[in-house]
């Protein structure tokens, strides 16, 4: 055990100095085979995923009932729109706000 220790306390380690990935002294990871298979596993499931999204999942008439669920939520947005402007204060100028003030352009 005391040999071990021994062993391992004069084991060299090497130290890169400054950035790892450019340089001279750069630490390259090796590619493996694992690391290769992940690679093709992820590109096939991507591959798999495209497939899925570029074909259509609806039919006709679902689609159609689709657009028109859309079109009643637009005209919902619209009505509620409109009601929130009937419960707000009209925009007034200062010139419509004190034109009763404005009784003759003479001087005194």
Do not use: C
């Not at 391992?8 to 590619?31: E, N, S």
């Amino acid at each position: 055990m005391f040999l071990t220790r021994v062993l391992l306390f004069y084991v060299r380690r090497r130290r890169i100095p400054g950035k790892i990935d450019i340089g001279k002294h750069q630490l390259v990871k090796p590619v493996t085979a694992s690391m290769k298979a992940k690679a093709l596993a992820s590109l096939l499931q991507e591959k798999y995923n495209l497939s899925l999204i570029e074909r259509s999942f609806l039919t006709e008439e679902e689609e159609t009932s689709y657009d028109d669920s859309a079109q009643r939520a637009e005209e919902f947005l619209r009505l509620r729109d409109e009601q929130i402007l009937k419960k707000m204060f009209k925009n007034y100028t200062m010139e419509e706000h004190l034109g009763h003030l404005n009784i003759s352009k003479k001087w005194e």
